[in-house]
Nanobody
Framework: VQVVESGGGLVQPGGSLRLSCAAS????????ISWFRQAPGKGREGVSC????????YYADSVKGRFTISRDKATHTVSLQMNNLKPEDTAVYYC???????????????????WGQGTQVTVSS
């Protein structure tokens, strides 16, 4: 499945953004969808994941209580609502599709290879 991310932008600390992940030519309804991010000079890290079958959701400790992942069944998209943003949330955000969410010791694991362009999130005053 090909994915397309959108919704990034520049926001002040404490602000909010809502990212969206959509499929190109397909649907995300049957995939577990994860959000990853990559800050300059750092590796890609997972921040959240939503299963398709059991609807369980998972969050990295760094975003718990601030980020919410959800599915919109009408538009077949997966959103990441990000509140109380911090400068350390600055990164390019990507979504990934898998059969199921896999999180091992707060590390999100994905076999996804068809990464999109991502969407830039910048938190700065």
């Amino acid at each position: 499945v090909q994915v397309v991310e959108s919704g990034g932008g520049l926001v002040q600390p404490g602000g909010s953004l809502r990212l969206s992940c959509a499929a190109s030519g397909s649907t995300l309804d049957y995939h577990a969808i994860s959000w990853f991010r990559q800050a300059p000079g750092k590796g890609r890290e997972g921040v959240s994941c939503a299963n398709a079958r059991d609807e369980n959701t998972y969050y990295a400790d760094s975003v718990k209580g601030r980020f919410t992942i959800s599915r919109d069944k009408a538009t077949h998209t997966v959103s990441l609502q990000m509140n109380n943003l911090k400068p350390e949330d600055t990164a390019v955000y990507y979504c990934a599709a898998d059969l199921r969410c896999t999180v091992v010791h707060d590390t999100f694991v994905t076999g996804f290879r068809s990464w999109g362009q991502g969407t830039q999130v910048t938190v700065s005053s």
